[in-house]
């Protein structure tokens, strides 16, 4: 298998000079599929042909389908070997040929740009050569399974993906990492997936498909009777290509496979799926879809795609986790499993009631999360950032119900010999047994394990947010700082000339006095301006008197009109209270003994979520004593004096 994708890879040879290594997966990628396509449809021409031409446009697909299998056709007189018989013509008779596919693959083609390629290849003197070569290798059904061209195509995909390692990880996701997902999704799955069943697969950031695609080999392999019926949609073009080649070049119907943005200009939106598993941009912002999604939001509310909300528009993550778990089955129809790989800010991001928090709050509240593990750092091509892999069910198992299982698989990994990218760690066979082991022991776990899996219920990663509030209390005197602060604001540079200056000398005549009241404060404050000159109105009072005072723990305590304590905004603060505390409880004991005279502004009280993963798997490590740090630092001194010595002689 190997020895034949470096044979095609090899073809790659032919491009030298005129392409950069980076893009020779521009011209190999889609000459392979165009042949496995026409070794395919080999022994069936004479058939598609005769097809052609008693059967309508609008039902010929479904006719050579009914008899020959196959899910696509070319209805032109070419192929590779006759194209070669007229030199001159290249160009032409490709284009043409590519012209004859049906209308489901030949958009493959156009999302390639490979017509750009055909005259880049044409021009260079190239087409010749690379059209011989391809016309040579044998990649009919014979000489390669649907599983077999699957790995060759995945080979190949992560070989152009490898020359490309600045932008590999952007539609390109590892292959432990995805087979990870995979087993995590299908775990509970063990002894229902048996007969005939039929089983939906639904990506709306397919990429180039490798996740669709383990995924089916996952559930083939666990029941080679089960159909695997895939769905995806891609926003680029390029991937978007790749993938449907990858699925046309293993056997499967690529019909479902959509080019478009997923969050704006979704193409399978009334349909729900038994598996969806996605790898987002990780940080992406949404402006581009903001339209489309408030609108959606504000139209249809909780039965939107979103309706735990929107997050900021820096960071399109938590849409698609939103996303993912609006795409499940309903309990009602056997519900569900979804897979998302995120980064860690969908854990923590946003305070109370923000859109981030209240999205957490719509997934936990509706028990649609089962488990998110942790996974090592430097796990993907363009990042080595943490990643976290969420895993949800619409449909939980009985002892998994209102229960959230968080498991720390950040030491699960293999070194690799070399880096890929950002890439140089892997989950080997070995890790991804374990984690899978810890997943499905649930609260049961060995000893061994028990320090990598914590089960909480989502109450626990529910806090209030509450507002404590201390009383105003004012001392006030006239200096130089305060006429400074007065002079500098709005309202008294509006006033005329005549007026300012009556107020300053009013002013002026309070200096060397000390108020600890406001209300005397301002009655000495108005009868000052009065006799100056100037009546102050009562809106100036106010910017007056809270530019002069200053905190002071003595000072009589301001009261608004009905008698009650008015509060200081300087000393605002919020306290976050555990859902599993009593407020009263924890203001009394908390905060009360601190600062006796604050109180609760309840109408302000929030409610927020979060998932601290980091706090919770958090391990102490003692400092290291004293003498062995000493220890250490005499060593140090004692080679540095030795060098300095050295340096001397």
């Given at each position: 298998?190997?020895?034949?994708?470096?044979?095609?890879?090899?073809?790659?040879?032919?491009?030298?000079?005129?392409?950069?290594?980076?893009?020779?997966?521009?011209?190999?990628?889609?000459?392979?599929i165009?042949?496995?396509?026409?070794?395919?449809?080999?022994?069936?021409?004479?058939?598609?042909?005769?097809?052609?031409?008693?059967?309508?446009?609008?039902?010929?697909?479904?006719?050579?389908?009914?008899?020959?299998?196959?899910?696509?056709?070319?209805?032109?007189?070419?192929?590779?070997?006759?194209?070669l018989?007229?030199?001159?013509?290249?160009?032409?008779?490709?284009?043409?040929?590519?012209?004859?596919?049906?209308?489901?693959?030949?958009?493959?083609?156009?999302?390639?740009?490979?017509?750009?390629?055909?005259?880049?290849?044409?021009?260079?003197?190239r087409?010749?050569?690379?059209?011989?070569?391809?016309?040579?290798?044998?990649?009919?059904p014979?000489?390669?399974?649907?599983?077999?061209?699957?790995?060759?195509?995945?080979?190949?995909?992560?070989?152009?993906?490898?020359?490309?390692?600045?932008?590999?990880?952007?539609?390109?996701?590892?292959?432990?990492?995805?087979?990870?997902?995979?087993?995590?999704?299908?775990?509970?799955?063990?002894?229902?997936?048996?007969?005939?069943?039929?089983?939906?697969?639904?990506?709306?950031t397919?990429?180039?498909?490798?996740?669709?695609?383990?995924?089916?080999?996952?559930?083939t392999?666990?029941?080679?009777?089960?159909?695997?019926?895939?769905?995806?949609?891609?926003?680029?073009?390029?991937?978007?290509?790749?993938?449907?080649?990858?699925?046309i070049?293993?056997?499967?119907?690529?019909?479902?496979?959509?080019l478009?943005?997923?969050?704006?200009?979704?193409?399978?939106?009334?349909?729900?799926?038994?598996?969806?598993?996605s790898?987002?941009?990780?940080?992406?912002?949404?402006?581009?879809?903001?339209?489309?999604?408030l609108?959606?939001?504000?139209?249809?509310?909780?039965?939107?795609?979103?309706?735990?909300?929107t997050?900021?528009?820096?960071?399109?993550?938590?849409?698609?986790?939103?996303?993912?778990?609006?795409?499940?089955?309903?309990?009602?129809?056997?519900?569900?499993?979804?897979?998302?790989v995120?980064?860690?800010?969908?854990?923590?991001?946003?305070?109370?009631?923000?859109?981030?928090?209240?999205?957490?709050?719509?997934?936990?509240?509706?028990?649609?999360?089962?488990?998110?593990?942790?996974?090592?750092?430097?796990?993907?091509?363009?990042?080595?950032?943490?990643?976290?892999?969420?895993?949800?069910?619409?449909?939980?198992?009985?002892?998994?119900?209102?229960?959230?299982?968080?498991?720390?698989?950040?030491?699960?990994?293999?070194k690799?010999?070399?880096?890929?990218?950002?890439?140089?760690?892997?989950?080997?066979?070995?890790?991804?047994?374990?984690?899978?082991?810890?997943?499905?022991?649930?609260?049961?776990?060995?000893?061994?394990?028990?320090?990598?899996?914590?089960?909480?219920?989502?109450a626990?990663?529910?806090?209030?947010?509450i507002?404590?509030?201390?009383?105003?209390?004012?001392?006030?005197?006239?200096?130089?700082?305060?006429?400074?602060?007065?002079?500098?604001?709005?309202?008294?540079?509006?006033?005329?000339?005549e007026?300012?200056?009556?107020?300053?000398?009013?002013?002026?005549?309070?200096?060397?006095?000390t108020?600890?009241?406001?209300?005397?404060?301002?009655?000495?404050?108005?009868?000052?301006?009065?006799?100056?000159?100037?009546t102050?109105?009562?809106?100036?009072?106010?910017?007056?008197?809270?530019?002069?005072?200053?905190?002071?723990?003595?000072?009589?305590?301001?009261?608004?009109?009905?008698?009650?304590?008015?509060?200081?905004?300087?000393?605002?603060?919020?306290?976050?209270?555990?859902?599993?505390?009593?407020?009263?409880?924890?203001?009394d004991?908390?905060?009360?003994?601190?600062?006796?005279?604050?109180?609760?502004?309840?109408?302000?009280?929030?409610?927020?979520?979060?998932?601290?993963?980091t706090?919770?798997?958090?391990?102490?490590?003692?400092?290291?004593?004293?003498?062995?740090?000493?220890?250490?630092?005499?060593?140090?001194?004692?080679?540095?004096?030795?060098?300095?010595?050295?340096?001397?002689?």
């Amino acid at each position: 298998m190997s020895q034949l994708a470096n044979f095609v890879w090899g073809i790659a040879d032919q491009l030298r000079g005129v392409y950069k290594p980076n893009s020779y997966g521009d011209v190999i990628l889609p000459m392979t599929i165009l042949r496995r396509m026409e070794c395919v449809m080999e022994p069936h021409r004479a058939t598609i042909t005769q097809l052609a031409k008693v059967g309508r446009p609008d039902t010929l697909e479904l006719l050579v389908r009914d008899q020959t299998g196959l899910t696509f056709y070319n209805t032109s007189p070419y192929s590779l070997a006759t194209i070669l018989e007229e030199p001159e013509n290249l160009a032409g008779n490709l284009n043409a040929y590519l012209d004859g596919f049906s209308g489901n693959v030949a958009d493959l083609f156009a999302a390639y740009k490979f017509d750009r390629e055909i005259e880049t290849l044409d021009n260079s003197d190239r087409l010749y050569l690379v059209l011989d070569k391809f016309s040579r290798v044998d990649l009919g059904p014979d000489a390669l399974t649907n599983a077999q061209m699957g790995t060759m195509f995945e080979d190949l995909i992560r070989r152009f993906a490898a020359a490309s390692n600045e932008t590999a990880g952007e539609h390109f996701t590892p292959r432990d990492a995805v087979r990870l997902l995979v087993d995590l999704l299908v775990e509970p799955d063990g002894d229902v997936l048996t007969g005939s069943v039929v089983r939906t697969v639904y990506d709306p950031t397919a990429g180039t498909g490798g996740m669709l695609s383990v995924l089916d080999e996952r559930l083939t392999e666990m029941n080679d009777r089960a159909q695997v019926v895939m769905y995806g949609q891609e926003l680029n073009a390029q991937s978007y290509a790749i993938c449907k080649s990858e699925l046309i070049g293993k056997g499967q119907d690529a019909d479902n496979i959509a080019l478009g943005d997923t969050l704006a200009n979704p193409q399978h939106y009334d349909q729900r799926f038994d598996y969806v598993l996605s790898n987002p941009p990780y940080g992406g912002d949404w402006k581009a879809s903001q339209a489309q999604v408030l609108a959606e939001v504000d139209k249809l509310g909780d039965n939107s795609r979103f309706p735990g909300g929107t997050p900021a528009i820096s960071d399109g993550q938590m849409l698609f986790l939103q996303l993912v778990a609006t795409k499940l089955r309903p309990a009602s129809e056997g519900g569900g499993r979804a897979g998302i790989v995120l980064n860690g800010s969908p854990l923590f991001t946003g305070g109370a009631e923000s859109g981030p928090s209240n999205i957490r709050r719509w997934l936990l509240e509706s028990d649609l999360v089962d488990a998110i593990v942790a996974l090592p750092t430097d796990m993907f091509y363009n990042t080595g950032i943490a990643t976290y892999m969420w895993v949800l069910d619409s449909a939980k198992a009985d002892e998994r119900k209102g229960k959230v299982q968080l498991i720390d698989a950040r030491e699960f990994f293999t070194k690799l010999r070399r880096n890929l990218g950002s890439k140089n760690k892997e989950i080997g066979d070995s890790d991804r047994a374990r984690i899978l082991r810890i997943y499905s022991n649930f609260d049961e776990q060995t000893e061994d394990d028990q320090r990598y899996s914590k089960v909480l219920e989502p109450a626990d990663f529910g806090y209030h947010e509450i507002t404590v509030e201390q009383p105003l209390q004012l001392r006030f005197e006239v200096t130089d700082d305060a006429l400074a602060a007065v002079t500098a604001t709005k309202q008294v540079d509006k006033l005329s000339e005549e007026n300012r200056a009556a107020l300053l000398a009013g002013l002026e005549t309070l200096r060397g006095q000390t108020w600890m009241d406001r209300s005397s404060f301002v009655t000495a404050l108005r009868k000052a301006s009065k006799d100056a000159g100037f009546t102050l109105p009562t809106p100036l009072v106010k910017v007056l008197w809270s530019k002069i005072g200053v905190h002071d723990d003595d000072a009589v305590i301001c009261r608004d009109k009905h008698g009650d304590p008015e509060p200081d905004t300087d000393l605002r603060d919020t306290e976050i209270v555990p859902f599993d505390r009593d407020i009263t409880d924890y203001f009394d004991t908390e905060v009360k003994p601190h600062v006796p005279l604050a109180w609760i502004d309840h109408a302000k009280t929030k409610v927020g979520y979060e998932i601290p993963f980091t706090r919770i798997f958090y391990k102490y490590v003692p400092p290291r004593p004293l003498e062995q740090i000493d220890a250490e630092l005499d060593e140090l001194a004692t080679e540095i004096v030795q060098l300095l010595r050295k340096v001397e002689a």
